[in-house]
Nanobody
Framework: QVQLVESGGGSVQAGGSLRLSCVAS???????MGWFRQAPGKEREGVAG???????RYADFVKGRFTASKDSAKNTLYLQMNSLKPEDTAMYYC????????????????????WGQGTQVTVSS
């Protein structure tokens, strides 16, 4: 399994922006990768998933605000988060799977087998 390390979290006011990064220990060109989040007392949920062909699926609650991207040359996944809201407060995780995932599985927690330790995002009102 690939090792994943997230960074870029922090505390911002509502309306602010953050850019998360996830560096993988190995070559992830053929991997499906995703961003997930988990707020206290809630289940982990999918935020954005990128398939091997570069297609990106977003959760409805981040459409138009968050942008996911992948730099395969750097083995790095990014999540640009704009117009942040207090309800975006959560631990954000990067995940990877070494094969193709179906479109609807890109945001499924159970579809991925490698996870990072997470980076905390706190948005104050």
């Amino acid at each position: 399994q690939v090792q994943l390390v997230e960074s870029g979290g922090g505390s911002v006011q509502a309306g602010g922006s953050l850019r998360l990064s996830c560096v993988a220990s190995g070559y992830t060109y053929s991997y499906s990768m995703g961003w997930f989040r988990q707020a206290p007392g809630k289940e982990r949920e999918g935020v954005a998933g990128i398939d091997r062909g570069g297609g990106i699926r977003y959760a409805d609650f981040v459409k138009g605000r968050f942008t996911a991207s992948k730099d395969s040359a750097k083995n790095t996944l990014y999540l640009q988060m704009n117009s942040l809201k207090p309800e975006d407060t959560a631990m954000y995780y990067c995940a990877a799977y070494p094969a193709a995932l179906g479109w609807y599985s890109l945001l499924s927690v159970s579809a991925y087998n490698s996870w990072g330790q997470g980076t905390q995002v706190t948005v104050s009102s």
